[in-house]
């Protein structure tokens, strides 16, 4: 079909859309999802086509708009969406569609519009795998590949300003022949003064194709590709072209780094176990400076080397700089477990990296989660520390966590799974667990104690530590502490006063389910990381105690008694909420408005501790009285 008989076609519809599309919401053009999904997607077509490696280059470069398929029809289309969306909102848009036309006007009068390509050497599409590609919903991944929605070619529309994504695909079809299939999807709003209107999708077909779009055949799509695309596929082997026109630079602004460095990061951190093993190579060269760059096994620790101590990642579910970077270093230097089904490395973690045990796991070579169930560092707390990683390629347990991952390719949800499955995936993962218990070994805490739930962290860092587990016994200041006098309550007969309580004893309250890491700041204040794991009333309150842990053994018969110490004040500086002793002397327990979710307090000890290892922090709920202000605060 000659190439000049394509154009972009919007279909009826009766269904009014506007330019805030719900499935693009999610892409918010930072570089993160559209790379992972380019990259992912590029696997798995290499998968499909039996190549060994996956070869992905990355270009940036500009072109005439005069050059871009369908251009006339773009443009014109897109004058007309707006005129029907101003009539439609009376000329009084949302702050999302104002935001997201603006950018589509100012670039579409560009005379050199930019380009992101991503070009791979897999399967190709044929007519079927192209609608299956722009139809949501009608996935062609199977069995071996990673996704099920057909969702994931809505990432690439995040970094086009344009919202406009071009294809060219050369496939080998059933006599064995390559052939070219070739289209493009633009998604503006829908348009039009008729009944129907026009969609807000647009599809370049081949002229008169509209009538059987989407047939499975390949007749709806040109066979030749674009002219500004062609030069990017070698006639003799298959793979596809995905062309993002418009491309906003991932919305980098000038001190982020360049679009070439963030693609390089985010596929040395997502992809360290492909690229390590030499199943994946990436390129990428920038065509408006000649910047060019490379990922392969010795760029690994290069690229992820001056992110290691990032905690943070872009977004929830994504995988920070510290976590990957020790992925990597694991994938590289780890021992591997001989025996296992799986394949296993690890490396035990020595005392100066202060880290916590981690069981990275990756399928087919892309990271998953680094909190699967059943492989958290709870489940690891009688071994020494260590970092894992579990690679997953196929079999069963690849198989239950690819169909628990979700449409993101991001962390295990075992509800998607029935009961038979989630029976199975935790077997399995526990197999995994056993297999580092026994390599990894037993701890030897005979000489020296660390109470669980303790983290004890360097510097001006704070760790997220495990779950508190409750004391072994409960805190007192044994027999010859004095009585502290608890006072009465209005109303109350002699016959109903409390029974004094014991001093260094703390009023009983219940306990919320939280984790805290602790350091000491000096030589009397304590910082702490307090991270709930249920939610807190705003009307109740916390009771925040110290202890001193005696360390001994809990199978003596008599063991020593923890001892909580005296307290001066609490303070909650984020929110300006602080809280001191009676005038009678320091109390061994402060409270503060309680809060959900994570937050750092500060403790002032009556007396400077030499043992900070030693202390623990403890929390329990408390109802403040009608007649008591709390202290003063944003969430008081």
């Not at 307090?601 to 007396?607: D, G, P, Q, R, W």
Request: proline share 5%; glycine share 8%; charged share 25%.
């Amino acid at each position: 079909m000659n190439i000049g008989d394509a154009d972009l076609y919007f279909g009826p519809t009766h269904q009014p859309v506007g330019f805030t599309n719900s499935a693009l919401a999610q892409y918010d053009g930072s570089a993160e999802p559209i790379v992972r999904e380019l990259i992912q997607n590029s696997i798995d077509a290499a998968y499909h086509a039996n190549k060994e490696v996956a070869d992905v280059r990355f270009i940036i470069t500009e072109v005439p708009s005069t050059e871009l398929p369908g251009w006339s029809t773009y443009k014109n289309v897109l004058h007309q969406a707006l005129q029907y969306r101003k009539i439609w909102h009376s000329g009084h848009p949302s702050h999302d569609e104002e935001m997201i036309t603006s950018r589509m006007k100012r670039v579409s009068e560009q005379e050199l519009i930019p380009l992101l390509l991503c070009i791979d050497n897999g399967c190709g599409l044929s007519g079927k795998r192209m609608d299956r590609l722009l139809t949501p919903g009608n996935t062609d991944k199977g069995e071996g590949g990673a996704g099920s929605y057909g969702l994931g070619h809505h990432a690439a529309f995040g970094a086009s300003n344009l919202r406009y994504v071009l294809y060219a695909s050369q496939n080998r079809n059933k006599s064995g022949s390559i052939e070219s299939v070739n289209s493009g999807h633009a998604i503006l709003a829908s348009h039009g003064t008729g009944k129907p209107i026009c969609a807000a999708d647009g599809y370049w077909f081949s002229s008169g194709s509209e009538e059987y779009a989407f047939d499975g055949s390949c007749e709806s799509y040109p066979d030749t590709p674009p002219l500004l695309l062609s030069d990017y596929l070698n006639s003799k082997q298959t793979g596809t072209v995905v062309c993002m026109v418009g491309f906003n630079d991932f919305n980098r602004n000038k001190s982020d780094p360049t679009s070439v460095e963030s693609i390089c990061r985010v596929a040395a951190s997502n992809f360290s176990d492909a690229i390590h093993n030499e199943q994946l190579t990436i390129t990428v060269r920038d065509k408006r400076d000649n910047t060019v760059a490379s990922v392969t096994p010795s760029d690994l620790g290069k690229i992820l080397g001056p992110h290691s101590h990032n905690k943070r990642a872009s977004k929830q579910g994504q995988i920070n700089g510290e976590i990957a970077f020790n992925a990597w270093k694991t994938i590289s230097y780890g021992l591997k477990i001989r025996g296992a089904s799986e394949q296993i490395r690890w490396r035990r973690l020595e005392g100066s990296e202060q880290l916590r045990t981690r069981v990275h796991l990756f399928r087919k070579g892309m990271w998953i989660t680094s909190m699967a169930p059943g492989l958290q560092a709870n489940n690891f707390s009688d071994v020494w520390p260590f970092d894992a990683v579990l690679s997953l390629e196929d079999g069963p347990l690849e198989r239950l966590v690819r169909n628990a991952e979700g449409p993101e390719h991001r962390g295990i949800d075992r509800k998607r799974l029935n009961r038979e499955d989630q029976k199975q995936l935790n077997e399995l993962i526990a197999q995994v667990a056993n297999h580092l218990r026994v390599a990894v070994g037993e701890r030897d805490d005979t000489t020296e104690f660390i109470p669980a739930g303790f983290a004890i962290v360097a510097g001006h860092q704070i760790q997220r530590a495990e779950r508190i587990r409750r004391p072994r016994t409960r805190a007192g200041g044994g027999n010859k502490q004095d009585n502290v006098n608890v006072g009465e309550k209005e109303g109350d007969s002699d016959s109903k006063r409390k029974t004094p309580r014991r001093r260094g004893t703390p009023q009983p309250g219940s306990t919320p389910r939280y984790r805290t890491a602790l350091r000491l700041d000096g030589t009397s204040v304590i910082e702490a990381l307090i991270e709930y794991d249920e939610e807190i009333g705003k009307q109740s309150e916390i009771g925040i105690r110290v202890r001193a842990v005696s360390g001994a053994d809990g199978t003596c018969e008599k063991p020593l008694p923890d001892t909580y110490l005296e307290l001066v004040s609490v303070s909650d500086h984020e929110r300006g909420i602080n809280n001191t002793a009676s005038d009678s002397g320091n109390d061994l327990e402060l409270t503060l408005p309680a809060v959900s979710g994570s937050r750092t307090i500060k403790v002032e000890l009556a007396s400077p501790t030499t043992n900070p290892h030693l202390l623990e922090l403890d929390i329990v709920k408390r109802t403040p009285k009608n007649d008591k202000e709390l202290p003063t605060g944003e969430d008081s």
